[in-house]
Protein backbone atom coordinates (compact mmCIF):
# COMPACT_ATOMS: atom_id res chain seq x y z
CA UNK A 1 0.00 0.00 0.00
CA UNK A 2 1.06 3.32 -0.64
CA UNK A 3 0.21 7.01 0.70
CA UNK A 4 0.65 10.16 -1.19
CA UNK A 5 0.48 13.66 -0.44
CA UNK A 6 0.20 16.52 -3.03
CA UNK A 7 1.86 19.60 -2.27
CA UNK A 8 3.10 22.86 -4.30
CA UNK A 9 -0.76 24.24 -5.10
CA UNK A 10 -1.49 28.06 -4.66
CA UNK A 11 -2.68 31.04 -6.64
CA UNK A 12 -1.06 32.28 -9.87
CA UNK A 13 -2.17 34.75 -12.45
CA UNK A 14 -2.42 33.61 -15.94
CA UNK A 15 0.32 32.76 -17.94
CA UNK A 16 2.37 31.81 -14.43
CA UNK A 17 3.76 28.48 -13.40
CA UNK A 18 3.51 26.45 -10.68
CA UNK A 19 5.03 22.76 -9.89
CA UNK A 20 3.09 20.39 -7.96
CA UNK A 21 4.72 17.23 -6.27
CA UNK A 22 3.21 14.26 -5.05
CA UNK A 23 5.42 12.31 -2.05
CA UNK A 24 5.09 8.99 -1.34
CA UNK A 25 5.02 6.70 1.50
CA UNK A 26 6.87 2.78 1.30
CA UNK A 27 9.88 1.94 -0.33
CA UNK A 28 8.52 0.53 -3.53
CA UNK A 29 7.81 3.75 -5.41
CA UNK A 30 9.13 2.61 -8.64
CA UNK A 31 7.04 -0.66 -8.88
CA UNK A 32 4.02 2.34 -9.34
CA UNK A 33 2.93 3.97 -12.45
CA UNK A 34 1.81 7.50 -11.48
CA UNK A 35 -1.03 9.74 -12.42
CA UNK A 36 -2.47 13.40 -12.07
CA UNK A 37 -5.97 14.50 -12.26
CA UNK A 38 -8.24 17.35 -11.74
CA UNK A 39 -11.49 18.34 -10.42
CA UNK A 40 -13.11 22.03 -11.15
CA UNK A 41 -16.02 23.23 -9.30
CA UNK A 42 -19.26 21.04 -10.37
CA UNK A 43 -17.50 18.95 -13.07
CA UNK A 44 -16.24 15.37 -13.28
CA UNK A 45 -12.36 14.40 -12.52
CA UNK A 46 -9.82 14.41 -15.77
CA UNK A 47 -6.89 13.00 -16.68
CA UNK A 48 -4.34 15.40 -16.95
CA UNK A 49 -1.04 13.10 -17.49
CA UNK A 50 0.83 9.68 -16.70
CA UNK A 51 3.98 8.61 -16.05
CA UNK A 52 4.72 5.13 -16.21
CA UNK A 53 6.69 3.51 -13.33
CA UNK A 54 10.34 3.81 -14.87
CA UNK A 55 9.71 7.06 -15.95
CA UNK A 56 10.40 6.65 -19.75
CA UNK A 57 6.83 6.98 -20.69
CA UNK A 58 4.06 9.90 -20.16
CA UNK A 59 0.70 11.14 -22.15
CA UNK A 60 -0.87 14.22 -21.67
CA UNK A 61 -4.57 15.10 -22.14
CA UNK A 62 -4.59 17.35 -25.00
CA UNK A 63 -5.83 20.06 -23.68
CA UNK A 64 -2.10 20.69 -21.01
CA UNK A 65 0.23 18.85 -23.87
CA UNK A 66 2.79 21.45 -24.51
CA UNK A 67 2.19 23.03 -21.17
CA UNK A 68 2.62 20.37 -18.38
CA UNK A 69 5.61 18.22 -18.01
CA UNK A 70 5.56 14.88 -15.76
CA UNK A 71 8.54 13.71 -14.02
CA UNK A 72 9.73 11.52 -11.37
CA UNK A 73 12.28 10.75 -9.42
CA UNK A 74 12.24 7.03 -7.49
CA UNK A 75 15.02 7.56 -5.34
CA UNK A 76 13.04 10.23 -3.29
CA UNK A 77 9.42 8.70 -3.88
CA UNK A 78 8.13 11.50 -5.65
CA UNK A 79 6.65 12.50 -8.48
CA UNK A 80 5.76 16.00 -10.18
CA UNK A 81 3.69 17.86 -12.58
CA UNK A 82 5.66 21.10 -13.83
CA UNK A 83 2.71 23.74 -15.31
CA UNK A 84 3.11 26.25 -17.42
CA UNK A 85 1.60 28.86 -19.35
CA UNK A 86 -1.24 28.81 -17.17
CA UNK A 87 -4.82 29.71 -17.97
CA UNK A 88 -7.81 30.28 -15.77
CA UNK A 89 -9.30 27.06 -16.89
CA UNK A 90 -6.64 24.96 -15.30
CA UNK A 91 -8.47 25.85 -11.89
CA UNK A 92 -8.90 23.12 -9.94
CA UNK A 93 -8.54 20.25 -7.55
CA UNK A 94 -5.50 18.56 -8.37
CA UNK A 95 -4.86 14.80 -7.61
CA UNK A 96 -1.76 12.57 -7.98
CA UNK A 97 -2.54 8.59 -8.10
CA UNK A 98 -0.74 5.54 -8.46
CA UNK A 99 -1.17 2.15 -9.72
CA UNK A 100 1.03 -1.14 -9.28
CA UNK A 101 2.80 -1.64 -12.56
CA UNK A 102 3.73 -5.33 -12.64
CA UNK A 103 3.86 -5.21 -16.63
CA UNK A 104 6.08 -3.42 -19.17
CA UNK A 105 7.66 -0.96 -17.73
CA UNK A 106 6.51 1.76 -19.99
CA UNK A 107 2.89 0.97 -19.81
CA UNK A 108 0.89 4.29 -18.74
CA UNK A 109 -2.49 4.44 -17.62
CA UNK A 110 -5.36 7.08 -18.51
CA UNK A 111 -8.26 6.14 -17.15
CA UNK A 112 -8.90 7.05 -13.42
CA UNK A 113 -10.39 3.44 -12.91
CA UNK A 114 -6.85 2.14 -13.32
CA UNK A 115 -5.61 3.91 -9.66
CA UNK A 116 -5.81 2.31 -6.86
CA UNK A 117 -4.38 5.04 -4.28
CA UNK A 118 -5.12 8.41 -4.46
CA UNK A 119 -4.28 11.71 -2.81
CA UNK A 120 -6.06 14.68 -0.69
CA UNK A 121 -5.47 16.76 -3.56
CA UNK A 122 -4.17 20.27 -4.19
CA UNK A 123 -5.64 23.47 -5.08
CA UNK A 124 -4.67 25.55 -8.12
CA UNK A 125 -6.25 28.74 -8.80
CA UNK A 126 -5.27 30.95 -11.88
CA UNK A 127 -6.71 34.11 -11.98
CA UNK A 128 -7.42 36.30 -15.35
Known amino acids: QVQLVESGGGLVQAGGSLRLSCAAS????????MGWFRQAPGKEREFVGA????????NYADSVKGRFTISRDNAKNSVYLQMNSLKPEDTAVYYCAATISSGYSGSVYLSEYAYDYWGQGTQVTVSS
Open 51 to 58: ISRSGRST
Open 26 to 33: GRTFSTYA
